[in-house]
């Protein structure tokens, strides 16, 4: 009797077990199910992307995606897409982008969300970035040392720095949208010629302008013939003063820095735009002037920059040099553009 009641009792246990094994069985089948549904999903709609180290197959939707610097997440703003993890060029913020209007130069305030911390765009923390599991990585050819380590965590492009309109048109095929790449373009160059117009009279009074960049005038130094910083000012009628001994720079070098002594062989400048930053300066607030304070304060006090004619006459200008190195597409281009314009037509 008593073993009769004990197989009894055993009957709910027994029966409580197999059902929870079941359904755990369900469960699995069903996740299997899903996750081979994923997969198919993942592997429809592949694109190649060529770029500087290699090839890069992408596919499905991007939704995870980690830019390392404001060159990259840039465009990929322009296209309409967030990122979920970012690593700026200079580490002016630490810790979180929780707040990324106030914590990321120009571009913050474009993103919707707070985003992870992965360090620097050319050091940044392997960890942080595996941590976010994302679907697409993208930086520039300066991490190409880290390329095979971070094409094990997903998929990886290296765009090259300088090359802007290329590297819209790749991130556009990554993210499956060309057709807004294409329009950004065409309007980029509608505001460039609409500028260009509105330049005319200034650039046919002073047509040729000294381009430089400094922090404290200890040390001067050409600007990349290859950059936004030196194009937009052609492309809108201006002629750049040649410095002598600096040769036309190859893509993604700096031209080898000059003297202040040197100024005074560059009057023939009717205009000078000085490009001035200040990377020690971690203060976003009012970021424009902490990164000008500095070299406008140098120009001021220095006698061979007030003897220029240029200095003379009012017309030396200050522009961060993070605005059009940093940001050389088409968010850049427009905010450098207004910059120009703020400084150089209000005069005229």
């Not at 023939?268 to 304060?297: C, H, P, T």
Request: proline share 7%; charged share 20%.
């Amino acid at each position: 009797m008593d073993s009769f009641r004990y197989k009894r009792m055993l009957l709910p246990i027994r029966f409580l077990v197999l059902s929870v094994f079941l359904g755990l069985m369900i469960a699995s089948c069903q996740s299997q199910a899903n996750k081979q549904q994923a997969s198919t999903a993942n592997h429809t709609n592949c694109r190649t992307i060529e770029h500087e180290a290699g090839e890069t197959e992408v596919c499905g939707e991007t939704q995870r995606i980690v830019v390392l610097g404001p060159y990259v997440l840039e465009p990929l703003l322009a296209l309409g897409v967030q990122p979920v993890a970012y690593g700026d060029h200079v580490a002016f913020h630490q810790g979180e982008y929780e707040n990324p209007k106030a914590q990321i130069p120009y571009l913050g305030g474009m993103i919707t969300q707070p985003v992870a911390n992965v360090g620097t765009a050319y050091e940044p923390s392997i960890e942080a970035i595996a941590l976010v599991q994302p679907d697409l990585i993208i930086g520039t050819e300066g991490i190409a040392k880290q390329y095979d380590t971070l094409s094990q965590i997903a998929p990886t492009m290296l765009l090259r720095y300088a090359d802007t309109e290329n590297n819209l048109k790749a991130i556009a095929t990554a993210v499956d949208r060309t057709q807004q790449a294409k329009q950004l373009l065409e309007e980029t160059k509608q505001k460039i010629a609409v500028a260009r117009e509105a330049f005319a009279p200034v650039v046919a009074k002073n047509p040729n302008v000294l381009l430089i960049t400094s922090s404290q005038l200890k040390e001067i130094a050409p600007l990349d013939s290859h950059t936004t910083c030196t194009s937009l000012p052609e492309q809108l009628g201006f002629k750049l003063v040649p410095i002598p001994g600096v040769e036309p720079s190859q893509p993604n070098t700096s031209p080898p820095p000059i003297s202040i002594e040197t100024l005074p062989k560059l009057n023939n400048a009717d205009s000078i735009i000085v490009f001035g930053y200040d990377f020690e300066e971690k203060k976003l607030n009012n970021f424009d002037r902490n990164q000008l304070s500095k070299i406008k304060r140098a120009w001021k006090n220095n006698a061979i920059a007030q003897s220029m004619d240029a200095s003379k006459a009012g017309q030396v200008y200050f522009i961060p040099t993070y605005l059009c190195a940093g940001l050389p597409g088409a968010i850049g281009t427009k905010l450098y553009l207004e910059e120009l314009e703020k400084q150089l037509l209000s005069l005229h």
